[in-house]
């Protein structure tokens, strides 16, 4: 799910995970559009992504967006 690190005020730090299991079965709440709206973010300063694997098996992405 994604979560909401920033305060209200200016600075929003939000991030989002998508898992993947054998590339064919992929869930998630990494949905840009989606994570603007419900944190009522108008700026996106820039995005990190961070990925870890399993044997090829599992892959998780965690994005961190940053914006205002």
Known sequence: NASNYGDSNSR?????????FNKLV???D???NKIK???NIKKIHHID?????FLFFYRNVT???YGE
Do not use: Q, R
């Open 37 to 39: 709206k419900e944190n």
């Open 26 to 28: 992929y869930l998630g």
């Open 49 to 53: 992504i961070a990925e870890d694997s």
């Open 30 to 32: 990494a949905d840009l």
């Open 63 to 65: 994005f961190t967006i």
């Open 12 to 20: 929003k730090i939000v991030k989002a995970n998508i898992h993947a």
